[in-house]
């Protein structure tokens, strides 16, 4: 049996990652694989994941004891753009290099909640220097000038900077979802091993949630036959929340009977800004639980998850919202743009979002049957290609890959000054000629041909 230790948010933490820790583990082989967890809860009795109840959960700062104990075969680190929830995950995965599934390829938000708060300006230049040369030092002083002005953090995504290059030349390996991602990735470094694993999709047992609408509706304070719109995910301005409500007003001059839910944590104080005139037309929820995240997905008849910007997230939210068969409307941004036409609506981002969106709305609302062969489609492909089985075949060759890697690179963990540097030092020799020596891996090891064929298949450009 293989050992991983595995470094990830987890519930009740308010993040996605927590939820997608949560669907992946629960389709890996666990008779192939023993996966200690990792998480900044000092007690696991804090903990309110359903994977404590299957796996050992520990505080991360027992990862450096606990790792001579077991002499964990491969270090699998869940990195997002966060500061709060992978600040210490971002250090030990610099400090123990392993696998990083990277959720975010953009971290400018997590260096910016690191450095910025407290003056730590040198520091933040430094990172953006080290992915960018003096091109990004320059930006990053003119970025620091405008935030020390007043404007918001979110203006370095105007800028195509992704303070994801020191984590990625230092990693064993990188992991990813989307070709969009992939694509990033190569052109930051094309020696580094990286790997595109399908986001997983929900438990089964989520269909079996009573799913009458009537009832669910009434939950809610909504009244049946209601044609129900919904967002969502965290409520922020990176999703047009705004542009949305706007929108949203238009069409209650064409037809009364819909509702707009907001689902998800409130980041900018939405209550506040909705009229009096749509107190009863849009829903905000707040964070809600899984089973109140389901619940009001299966009663939407059309789900918007828009983008003014991207991280180069792949969206839980959306990937559940296709699950569900249901027509979701989305921005034509990262890697949204990957996913089939024929199965999401795609909104250019580049001028008049507001009327393409009442447009397409309008057609959705209108046409029932198309309504429900973009759902079909969508379900479809999401079946096809995020089905546990095989994202834990997928996962399985991946992590087989680098335990081989690391074995041959003979990093034990161990630590110590020369050897820290040394290891280092391997490591980026090692992934300049990665590409040399993967075939040889890979026919050393003892994988199914389907798992073969998947490796070859998903990423013939590295090997």
Not at 22 to 28: I, N, P, Q, R, S
Not at 281 to 304: E, P
Not at 318 to 330: E, R
């Amino acid at each position: 049996m293989l050992k991983l230790a595995y470094f990830t948010p987890l519930k009740p933490h308010k993040t996605g990652i927590a939820d997608y820790s949560e669907m992946l583990l629960d389709c890996v082989d666990k008779e192939l694989f023993k996966i200690d967890i990792f998480s900044s809860f000092k007690s696991s009795k804090d903990v309110t994941s359903k994977l404590k109840g299957n796996f050992d959960i520990f505080f991360y700062k027992k990862f450096p004891l606990l790792k001579r104990e077991n002499n964990y075969d491969l270090i699998i680190y869940n990195m997002g753009n966060n500061y709060y929830y992978h600040d210490y995950i971002y250090e030990y995965a610099l400090k123990y290099p392993g696998l990083v599934i990277l959720h975010d390829i953009r971290l400018s938000g997590f260096f910016c909640e690191k450095y910025l708060p407290n003056g730590e300006d040198e520091n933040f230049l430094d990172e953006i220097q080290y992915g960018s040369g003096l091109e990004g030092l320059e930006a990053g002083r003119f970025i620091l000038d405008r935030v020390k002005r007043g404007e918001k953090l979110n203006l370095l995504y105007e800028y195509d900077y992704f303070f994801c290059n020191r984590i990625i030349n230092e990693s064993l390996g990188i992991v990813v979802h989307s070709p969009y991602a992939l694509r990033v990735i190569k052109k930051i470094n094309d020696k580094v091993p990286a790997f595109k694993l399908p986001h997983p999709i929900p438990e089964q047992s989520y269909i079996s949630i009573n799913m009458k609408k009537e009832e669910i509706l009434k939950d809610f304070n909504i009244k049946k036959d209601t044609f129900v719109i919904s967002t969502l995910g965290f409520i922020s301005e990176s999703k047009s929340v705004f542009d949305v409500i706007e929108v949203f007003e238009k069409l209650l001059k064409i037809k009364k009977d819909l509702v707009l839910v907001l689902v998800g944590q409130d980041m900018i104080g939405i209550k506040k800004k909705l009229n009096n005139d749509l107190s009863n037309k849009v829903v905000a929820t707040g964070f809600v639980d899984d089973y109140r995240f389901y619940r009001i997905l299966a009663v939407s008849d059309i789900v918007i998850n828009l983008r003014k910007y991207t991280a180069g997230e792949t969206s839980g939210a959306l990937i559940k919202a296709m699950f569900f068969g249901k027509p979701v409307i989305v921005s034509d941004i990262g890697s949204f743009s990957d996913i089939p036409i024929d199965t999401i609506v795609k909104i250019c981002n580049v001028s008049n979002v507001k009327e393409q969106l009442l447009y397409y709305l309008i057609k959705l609302i209108n046409n029932e049957v198309l309504r429900k062969k973009l759902g079909e489609n969508a379900r479809s492909f999401i079946l096809k290609n995020n089905n546990s089985k095989r994202v834990c075949e997928i996962f399985s060759g991946i992590v087989k890959c680098m335990i081989k890697r690391r074995k041959s690179l003979d990093i034990r963990f161990n630590v110590g000054k020369n050897y820290m540097y040394e290891r280092k030092r391997i490591i980026r020799l090692v992934n300049l000629n990665f590409h040399n020596i993967i075939n040889n891996i890979l026919s050393e090891l003892n994988l199914s041909h389907r798992d073969k064929s998947l490796i070859y298949n998903e990423y013939n450009e590295f090997f």
